[in-house]
């Protein structure tokens, strides 16, 4: 496995995504969880922009960005028509701290070494995140709004999953 892969793996906070107490989120611990799990990729997307060394690899960046933002637009629109406050929660300062650590890594890297680093944390990133969604999220969320809210976003985490998966076997990941 390599170094970069391993490193994408831990950073993603896969674990942190069950580190919630057994009866699992609250509403607002999830709103807080949503809107820093787009954050993060928000960020990265943004540096892929910048830094990725192709045009596949700045587009979906600037994609990520795009349709990350457009979620978290939503998510803090029906927070505030709820009127609940987002939470900070262990898993989301879990979820900050591995973007963070992300973009450290990422940030020295040039060309084909950034792409790829940048892709198959991509990839690992998606699927914590569609798990988080089927395993915890979904099943916690009380509220139907906010349910309803991340049933509408799985599809496009897929997609976003596969995209970065097809761009892996271009990498040659």
Do not use: C, W
Not at 42 to 70: C, N, P, W
Not at 93 to 112: E, V
């Amino acid at each position: 496995m390599h170094k970069a892969h391993l490193a994408a793996l831990i950073l993603t906070g896969a674990a942190s995504f069950a580190v919630q107490a057994q009866s699992g989120p609250t509403d607002p611990q999830i709103a807080h969880i949503v809107v820093t799990a787009n954050q993060v990729d928000i960020d990265a997307g943004k540096l892929a922009e910048k830094q990725g060394s192709t045009k596949e690899v700045r587009d979906f960046g600037q994609q990520m960005a795009k349709d990350h933002t457009a979620v978290n637009a939503s998510a803090t629109e029906l927070v505030k028509k709820l009127n609940v406050k987002p939470e900070a929660n262990d898993t989301s300062a879990s979820l900050k701290k591995g973007g963070d650590d992300n973009l450290a890594k990422l940030k020295p890297l040039k060309g084909k070494a950034f792409d790829k680093a940048y892709i198959d944390n991509e990839v690992t990133y998606h699927q914590a995140v569609i798990d988080a969604v089927d395993k915890t999220l979904l099943p916690s969320a009380k509220n139907a709004e906010l349910k309803a809210l991340l049933e509408k976003v799985r599809p496009a985490l897929v997609q976003h999953r596969d995209h970065a998966k097809h761009l892996q076997s271009q990498l040659g990941g």
